[in-house]
């Protein structure tokens, strides 16, 4: 299980890698338990880190969030670090790039907090706001550890509002809308649950 320092000593042990590959710079959108610790939004362990998203710029710099699909010097690059620290297969992945391709939160870009690894590796790590959106998404999809950290998170009326209906373009069936309004409920945010 991987804490604040753990999960920052990776990821410069990744970026040294990368340096000496003669490779990158390379620019990553981390979400998920990784993001949570090292911004302080909760103190929990996590079991992995998850690339949401690469970032790729346009001639005048502004930039976007693609998929992650990795090139093989990053692969390369996070097999050495597992190697040298013992860790297993997944311990960074690309689970959570499927949200990119079905839109993000208004705004999320701005949100990002940007941290320099190595002259290799920046990552961007989504801010408490996007949090609570995905956290929400994902504890009407899968429950467990989303759900209390979204409880952590303590969200307001008007995020879990923004979130839920961020949710619901991810998943347009009456079935979500029925099991996102029964969480509300669950999560004492009735007034939500009324809206939606």
Not at 114 to 131: F, G, M, T
Request: aromatic share 8%.
């Amino acid at each position: 299980m991987l804490d604040k320092a753990t999960i920052e000593n990776l990821l410069t042990a990744l970026g040294k890698q990368i340096e000496l590959m003669k490779e990158g710079p390379i620019e990553i959108v981390v979400c998920g338990g990784a993001s949570l610790n090292v911004l302080g939004q909760i103190k929990r362990t996590t079991k992995d880190i998850d690339i949401m998203g690469i970032i790729k710029r346009d001639k005048s710099g502004k930039l976007d969030i693609i998929e992650a699909v990795l090139p093989q010097w990053f692969i390369g690059a996070t097999e050495r670090v597992r190697k040298d620290f013992n860790l297993p297969e997944n311990w960074i992945n690309v689970e959570a790039t499927s949200i990119v391709r079905f839109g993000l939160p208004k705004d999320f870009t701005a949100r990002m907090i940007k941290k320099r690894y190595s002259k290799a590796l920046w990552v961007y790590y989504i801010s408490r706001l996007d949090q609570i959106h995905f956290k929400l998404y994902a504890s009407v999809d899968r429950g467990g550890h989303h759900v209390d950290d979204l409880i952590d998170l303590k969200p307001t009326n008007k995020e879990i509002e923004q979130a839920a209906s961020w949710s619901m373009t991810h998943d347009i069936s009456e079935g979500f809308r029925l099991v996102l309004k029964d969480l509300l409920k669950k999560l004492d945010f009735q007034n939500v649950s009324q809206k939606i």
